[in-house]
């Protein structure tokens, strides 16, 4: 199976494959490199693959193999190891007078060679396991980046001799535990806060709608688990999941890998991967054969581009944005790689391997040396999409391992001169297990100024980079920090980024945009949409009086009683304070109504005055006709306390002269009513009824009507008066100020006592339209009657569904119209004799004084 699978990987990864065609040289060289040392400190790399001659079912080992070199970046790990041990080995003060060596053995998951390479490190020989045979070779700790894979295979054997392993890649908590894992010390800063780090910059863009692409790894759940709650912490949604397994391009079948890369992803265009080591390469390999464009990447440190003969504008991963941890340069690195070459280290064979493909060599036929290759050939002339001489995040964890190891002797060696000073400047051996007292707490400054803390429980915080890549013009690959997040920093100051910086995919000059739905705007509302996530919702606008002040709030908020939503509905506004005022047109209208009809009672009762004497006036009670018009011209004045602003005395007046001054009209036409009746029931002397009408016993009912009424009015003012009262609701953008009726009770008892007596008098009224005589007012205070009792019935229905001012002006319409009929029913027909046919009265006037010449005789 194992050819099978190295050849699959041939096939399909062809960008990270070099052909060699001088197998023979390759093979005869040693893909171990060691150097001797004082002291030796062992590390493993992946560097490349194994291809075997072997069949596709025989799969027996044998030495026998094509050498597949992986990218550049595998190979910058190793430089920076031998450079940290060149490093510490110049160094006067650590380490004095001890040299530091190093093996480095390929690792390839899942193959035979890394338990050979084991055992090489533990016993320093390949021939019999478990038996030391060279102590000045056995090395004092082991560097590897660790996985899962790697902890399977090689940490139950070196856990054996409590040989110490100082991992260099990403942070795993799951190996904090000292009892589970005692030899074990992570040199890597923790991901704490990857996740509030990624989630910040999501807020900062205004990005809701994010896609997670995320390997099937324990530590892959982890960050999923964390992300996913701060990003419902932070009300941003997933758009989707899609879980990559480690092993997805060697296993998948063809047709399935599309599964890896879902149409799901096209509804976000920001999707966020995490990667453990082992599966960057199969991520990165899913989102190029998908031709995923268009999108931000948003990354962890782990995540490595490959732009290796990309084009600009297909390159599904120019713009990428990784969170890298934030680390100062470590002065001379560049130089040492631009001074290594395989002439300078002929022993390495690594450096022969990625000689032979980057600068065109060949190799000699006597002793397979390099030969013919491109003059002056340096690492750091290679462009940067080949390789980079900027120490990568796992090559800064690499660097870091070599001097905690170093430290971790140091000490040891001290410990050991106090106990026993050395003799003859010889290296006394101690056992490896002895590292791990000092691994454990060891805690130093590295060249750079850096912090390098081993103690898993006192790890300071993570500070990030946020690193920008992208691939113009082709092959640059250029690399910029365009921000910072720092978990330390006061709230809302965590993350800075500067987005003019920030080449987004394809050139984008404008800031993407990722979200479900668009942003409601104020004035409008979100509302959920039924059955997806919260970040996909429908704008609803606000409902009157209603607001929202920002954008996509889920509640809009009512504005207070003395305030009103603009016609956008983002403020509200202070309402105006307003009542029904003489300015106003209806106000005027209604006042000058009043007014005139004030003049034009006042001029009929004029006119009744100047013609006291004539039957027109005299008939049905002349005194009862000048209290009726005064009474009338009252009713006029009064529908002017209703106009102007209110106060405590025109809403306690406004009610009580309307009940009383309407009490006495209404009694009043009563009156007449009645003394009409009696004056056709008194033709025969004698008789009772004549005398009541002599004795103006009719007039008696307007005073005691009046008082009733008066009585009335007093218990409603002295129980729940009127007051001042304001109206927020019925006109848009007002206030009004009215005279709440305080009782309910006592003014519809008012207003039904009102209404009573007016039925009452249209039906005496009514009964007697018929009597003769000359000015008979039976048939006027019929219609008077009638067009009063109209207004009112009107009125009430037409009060209650008014509101503000319309309900003030009705009332005063009802007031003008119901005393402007009595005035028209029963005194204009009067004033058009007195006026147009005064020939009329004259007759009237000599029939009268017949007829009483004819009753003097009679008697």
Same mark, same amino acid.
């Given at each position: ?33 060691? &150097?001797?040392?004082? =002291? ?156 509030? /780090? ?158 032979? &493909? ?18 002056? /050939?340096?690492? /750091? ?6 390789? !980079? ?109 500067? !987005?003019?910086?920030? !080449? ?164 009043? =036409? ?5 003394? =009409? ?63 709440? &009726? ?36 039976? &048939? ?28 003030? /002006? ?17 005194? =204009? ?31």
């Amino acid at each position: 199976m194992l050819p099978f699978i190295a050849v699959f990987l041939l096939l399909q990864l062809p960008s990270s494959v070099s052909t060699i065609d001088k197998e023979t040289c390759i093979s005869r060289r040693n893909t171990s490199v060691h &150097k001797d040392g004082d =002291v030796v400190i062992g590390c493993f790399l992946y560097l490349y693959f194994y291809i075997y001659y072997s069949g596709m079912i025989d799969i027996q080992p044998t030495r026998e193999f094509h050498v597949i070199q992986l990218t550049a970046s595998n190979y910058q790990n190793y430089l920076a190891f031998i450079f940290a041990i060149d490093e510490i080995n110049r160094n006067p003060h650590l380490l004095p007078n001890i040299s530091l060596g190093y093996e480095v053995h390929n690792f390839i998951s899942s193959h035979w060679r890394i338990l050979e390479n084991s055992f090489i490190v533990l016993t320093g020989q390949h021939e019999i396991p478990n038996y030391i045979c060279r102590r000045d070779r056995m090395c004092a700790a082991v560097l590897t980046e660790m996985s899962w894979e790697t902890s399977a295979q090689i940490g139950p054997l070196l856990e054996l001799y409590r040989f110490p392993q100082v991992t260099f890649g990403s942070f795993d908590p799951t190996l904090m535990d000292s009892g589970q894992y005692p030899s074990f010390h992570q040199v890597a800063p923790k991901d704490t806060y990857l996740a509030l /780090a990624m989630v910040s910059l999501m807020l900062h863009f205004h990005w809701t709608w994010v896609g997670l692409l995320i390997t099937e790894s324990h530590k892959g759940l982890q960050f999923l688990s964390d992300i996913r709650a701060e990003m419902d912490r932070n009300r941003v949604c997933v758009a989707f999941v899609n879980m990559v397994s480690t092993v997805a391009v060697s296993y998948h079948p063809a047709g399935k890998k599309n599964d890896i890369l879902t149409v799901v992803m096209s509804s976000a265009n920001v999707v966020v991967i995490y990667c453990d080591t082992d599966s960057a390469n199969d991520v990165n390999y899913s989102i190029v054969q998908n031709l995923v464009t268009w999108k931000v990447w948003v990354t962890n440190s782990q995540w490595h581009v490959d732009l290796t003969g990309r084009n600009f504008i297909s390159d599904p991963l120019n713009g990428i944005l990784v969170f890298s941890h934030h680390r100062e340069e470590i002065s001379g690195f560049k130089d040492f790689v631009r001074a290594a070459t395989p002439f300078k280290y002929p022993e390495d064979t690594y450096l022969v391997m990625y000689w032979f &493909k980057k600068f065109d060599c060949s190799f000699s036929e006597s002793d397979c040396a390099l030969k013919n290759c491109t003059p002056n /050939a340096s690492l /750091a002339l290679l462009p940067l999409n080949s390789f !980079e001489t900027a120490m990568s995040d796992k090559s800064y964890n690499i660097y870091n391992a070599v001097y905690a190891v170093a430290h971790a002797l140091h000490a040891t060696v001290l410990e050991e001169v106090q106990m026993t000073p050395l003799r003859n400047k010889q290296v006394r051996m101690f056992p490896p297990w002895k590292l791990h007292l000092f691994l454990k707490t060891i805690q130093f400054s590295n060249p750079a100024g850096d912090l390098v803390n081993l103690d898993d429980r006192q790890k300071l915080d993570s500070e990030y980079d946020i690193v920008n890549f992208w691939n113009f013009p082709e092959g640059l690959r250029l690399k910029f920090k365009v921000g910072t997040f720092s978990s330390q920093a006061p709230h809302g100051h965590k993350m800075t980024v500067s !987005e003019d910086m920030i !080449e987004w995919a394809a050139g984008d000059t404008e800031t993407p945009h990722s979200v479900c739905s668009d942003s409601c705007s104020p004035g409008f509302r979100k509302s959920p949409q039924e059955g997806k996530s919260a970040c996909c919702f429908d704008c609803t606008p606000c409902v009157d009086n209603e607001i929202t002040n920002d954008t996509d709030m889920e509640q809009c908020v009512k504005c207070p009683d003395d305030q009103y939503a603009n016609n956008q509905r983002d403020h509200c506004l202070k309402k105006s304070v307003t009542f029904l005022t003489y300015e106003d047109p209806l106000g005027k209208a209604l006042s000058g109504t009043a007014l005139s009809l004030t003049v034009l009672t006042a001029a009929v009762l004029g006119l009744f005055v100047k013609h006291r004497d004539t039957p027109i006036v005299k008939a049905n009670n002349r005194a009862l006709s000048y209290t009726l018009l005064i009474s009338l011209t009252c009713c006029f004045l009064c529908s002017l306390l209703f106009l102007g602003r209110p106060n405590t005395a025109t809403c306690i007046l406004q009610q009580t002269m309307f009940g009383l001054v309407f009490t006495v009209a209404v009694s009043t =036409v009563l009156a007449k009513t009645i003394t =009409v009746v009696l004056a056709f029931q008194a033709t025969a002397p004698g008789r009772r009824m004549r005398q009541l009408l002599v004795s103006g016993a009719p007039n008696s009912i307007i005073p005691i009507c009046s008082l009733i009424q008066l009585s009335l009015c007093g218990i409603w003012m002295g129980t729940n008066p009127p007051y001042i009262d304001t109206d927020a609701h019925s006109e848009h953008g007002h206030i009004i100020i009215v005279c709440n &009726k305080g009782s309910l009770t006592a003014f519809y008892c008012v207003l039904g006592y009102l209404g009573s007596l007016a039925l009452v008098s249209f039906t005496v009224a009514f009964l007697a339209r018929n009597l003769p005589d000359t000015f008979n007012e039976a &048939k006027f205070l019929t219609f008077s009657m009638l067009v009063f009792c109209s207004v009112w019935v009107t009125f009430l229905p037409v009060y209650h569904s008014s509101k503000g001012k319309a309900m003030v /002006a009705m009332e005063v319409f009802s007031i003008l119209a119901s005393s402007a009929g009595l005035l028209g029913c029963i005194f =204009v027909p009067k004033c058009y004799i007195i006026l147009a046919k005064p020939e009329k009265i004259f007759m009237a006037g000599i029939r009268e004084k017949t007829r009483s010449l004819r009753k003097k005789s009679y008697h």
